[in-house]
């Protein structure tokens, strides 16, 4: 199994302003994925994030809102850039190891 | 376009009794399934799975039935406990190996049992 951990759990931002998550993964994960979950939807792929390469973006989901890092096979941030309260939702990260997808705790964001 | 769909947003379980959580889908190049439980302020936890080359799949209280033709799927618990009220979600990945991790999700069931 794995541990993902992830930050911040929750915060509050003022719209125009800019968030950054992180996750940090206790084993190497080749590939990490970023989903968004919006009040009574599913879970949405925004990106999915390899290490020494640029993240792939989902369909309505962009670089320049999203912007992805992933310096290492252990660790990933994702900023949610100029936000809008249109972006409240819980960012999720994940990753798969052993053939099983973790997820890290979520992050419940509200914009205001 | 949702490929993953739960239809049943909530289910009322009396503790001891069956809950049964359906899911359907419509991409036929799905080809492995899941079953994750999330409680509040905590990350999907992974369940159960099953592959496309099998019907059914057990783990204790869980099991999970595989329609492929009527690309359906159902999570059985058996008896129910209070402690699995939360939100259940269905996901299924493609190809999985080459798109590995990718995974499609449904809205989610929350499922409340009662003592």
């Known amino acids: 199994s794995a541990v993902i951990s992830q930050k911040p759990s929750r915060d509050i931002c003022q719209r125009g302003t800019s968030l950054t998550i992180q996750c940090q993964v206790d084993?190497?994960?080749?590939?990490m994925f970023w989903y968004r979950q919006q009040p009574g939807q599913s879970l949405t792929l925004i990106a999915t994030?390899?290490?020494?390469?640029?993240?792939?973006?989902e369909s309505g989901f962009v670089i320049d809102k999203f912007p992805i890092s992933r310096p290492n096979l252990t660790f990933s941030t994702l900023t949610v850039s100029n936000m809008s309260p249109e972006d409240s939702s819980i960012y999720l990260c994940?990753?798969?190891?052993?053939?099983?997808?973790?997820f890290g705790q979520g992050t419940r964001l509200t914009v205001v | 376009d949702q490929q993953v769909k739960q239809n049943s947003p909530s289910l009322s379980v009396q503790e001891g009794r069956i809950s049964i959580l359906n899911c359907d889908y419509t991409?036929?190049?799905?080809?492995?399934f899941l079953w994750y439980k999330k409680y509040p302020a905590e990350g999907p936890t992974f369940l159960i799975s099953?592959?496309?080359?099998?019907d059914k799949n057990e783990d204790g209280r869980f099991t999970v039935f595989l329609n492929k033709s009527a690309k359906h799927l159902s999570l059985h618990i058996v008896p129910s406990q209070p402690g699995d009220s939360a939100v259940y979600f269905c996901?299924?990945?493609?190809?999985?190996?080459?798109?590995?991790?990718?995974?499609?999700f449904g809205r989610g069931t929350q499922l409340t049992v009662w003592p």
């Open positions: 991409n036929s190049m799905f080809d492995y």
């Open positions: 996901a299924a990945s493609a190809n999985r190996g080459s798109t590995l991790g990718r995974l499609y």
């Open positions: 994940s990753g798969q190891v052993g053939g099983k997808t973790f």
């Open positions: 099953i592959s496309s080359i099998k």
């Open positions: 994030a390899n290490q020494g390469s640029e993240a792939t973006y």
């Open positions: 084993s190497q994960v080749t590939m």
